[in-house]
């Protein structure tokens, strides 16, 4: 398994705590580059006021860094293009029955 589905695989286990649906199914991870031992993350959230701006980026920054031989995550959080409900995935949508 390539490093890139890894630190997918650690980031579905993040969800948001407002929506039932984990962060990667609902469209909040914009990019995930891997350089060798860096990865380099755009992320945004659904809202710029939502309640975990803060712990958010971290626990995204945290999961990555769980995966063996990642030595240094950058994280970078975007609000270009704004997130909305077309970006969430098929699960997601079928998850809120949407």
Known sequence: MELKEKIIE???KIY???IPVNIYEL???Y???VNKKKVKIKMTLTTPNCP???SL???VKDSAMQVEGIEEVDLELVW???WTKDMMSD???LELNL
Do not use: R, S
């Open 80 to 82: 270009d293009p704004p």
């Open 31 to 33: 990019d995930i580059e």
């Open 27 to 29: 469209g909040l991870i």
């Open 16 to 18: 948001d705590p407002e």
């Open 57 to 59: 980026p971290k626990d």
């Open 52 to 54: 975990v701006a803060e």
């Open 91 to 93: 699960a997601a949508k």
């Open 10 to 12: 650690e980031i579905k």
